[in-house]
């Protein structure tokens, strides 16, 4: 990638428009927006993408602490601040708090209500819904995210059985 002092102005509109795929994607949109690439900013990056989760501050601090990567309480709760204010990284407020993902563009979940676990899905709704909740609203809408909620079919297999 060229890394030249270019000004963003001089940038084509896509560099900063593109949605960040890869972790080297998140990478070069810190570098493109300026941002330091501390070794503690790096290691958070390369979490998430590895973990392919949505972790809490504390849960990413405890990971990397013991993979031996060392970074404080301070650092870590900062460096997520700064990734999801520039939105390299997703944040979802629940009611327990905050959770970090990787993919930061607009996507939906499914949320298993046995696990708690929060999967990324990209759905796509037909064109027809889209205008119709236009029609139904006077907004024209640019992105949506979707809340799925349910269980996993064996889990669900599980608590139906009375025995
Ligand atoms: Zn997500």
Redesign the pocket.
Known sequence: MNTDAVSQSSMPQSAAQKPIRSLDDALERCQFLGMRLSKQRRYILELLWQAQE?LSAREIYDRLNRQGREIGHTSVYQNLEALSNQNII?C?ERSDGRLY?N?SDS?S?VNCMDTQQ?M?VHVKLPEEILRQVEAATGVSITEYRIEFYGHHADAAAVTADPS
């Open positions: 949505h997703e979802i993902g993919i996507h979940h929060i990324d």
